[in-house]
């Protein structure tokens, strides 16, 4: 801070902030008649609260005058073209897919005595895990659903009702047509959505002896998802789009090999 002089405290060595005058109210003040206050204010004529400081007689022109200014960010390294990497849409469908499997009573813990009457059957779902490719003008899509299966049932001759259960998965695979995709495209997915679970007791089996029975339940889950191909292309100044790899279409062959 600045030493203020003993005689009047808005003096110092870097000079006045204001003159005398408007320590006095004079009409030199920088509250003076450019005041935003007419003089019809309800405010005392003389109140520095009329007082505009537009007209500051300041010894420092800056001191009414702040121009702050952030400094300027500097690139790390500058640009090679004007050219941008971007992601275009092949395109985006909305997807079912279905996961079901047939279940014998034998697979359930404890074992559905062949002949038990299904009372109920309960399933409840799981994590999911999905393995997507593509292939020219398609997306397939192959995974697993966990499920736990819950089984009330009445044994033969039986009079209260007894449940068992199984812990397994469901498969599932879909296979969705996408006209222009290419195996070098990306494939964008959401985690699917569970929108239904079917069950129906008395479905065929076929054992592994060969023989065929309907003590079995069918277990079925449809899965709702969106599926959204892109491919990476370049886009200049102007509008003008060229593939990232313009052979990314053509079939995969074994290249030719030479002996010079």
């Known amino acids: 801070m600045g030493n203020f002089g003993k005689n009047n405290p808005m003096h110092s060595n870097w000079g006045s ?5 408007d320590l006095g109210f004079g009409n030199d003040s920088r509250f003076g008649n450019d005041s935003r206050f007419d003089s019809h204010s309800k405010f005392d004529h003389h109140s520095k609260c009329k007082k505009s400081c537009k ?3 300041s010894d420092d022109v800056s001191a009414c005058k702040c121009n702050f200014k952030a400094p300027e960010r500097e690139l790390a390294a500058p640009l090679n073209s004007d050219c941008v990497l971007v992601n275009s849409v092949v395109g985006s469908k909305a997807v079912q897919k ?4 047939v279940f014998p009573f034998t697979a359930f813990t404890p074992a559905i005595p062949a002949g038990s009457t299904i009372v109920s059957v309960a399933v409840v779902t799981g994590s999911i895990t999905r393995n997507t490719s593509i292939i020219r003008d398609k997306v397939v899509n192959i995974g697993l659903i966990s499920v736990t299966i819950t089984v009330t049932f009445l044994a033969p001759g039986a009079t209260t009702p007894a449940t068992a259960v199984l812990i397994t998965s ?3 695979q879909e296979h969705t ?3 222009g995709a290419c195996p ?4 964008i997915e959401p985690t699917p959505v569970v929108e239904g679970i079917f069950t129906q007791a008395g479905t065929p089996f076929v054992t592994g002896t060969g023989v065929v029975t309907t003590n079995a339940i069918l277990v079925k889950v449809v899965l709702r998802t969106t599926i ?8 200049d100044s102007h509008g003008g789009i060229c593939d990232v790899n313009d052979r990314r279409c053509d079939s995969p062959t074994t290249p030719p090999s030479f002996n010079f």
């Open 177 to 179: 047509d996408f006209p």
């Open 55 to 57: 007209v500051c007689k």
């Open 184 to 187: 070098e495209d990306t494939v």
């Open 98 to 101: 279905v996961a079901e499997s």
């Open 228 to 235: 959204t191909v892109t491919r990476q292309v370049i886009v």
């Open 170 to 172: 469901l498969p599932f």
């Open 17 to 21: 902030a204001c003159s005398d005058s």
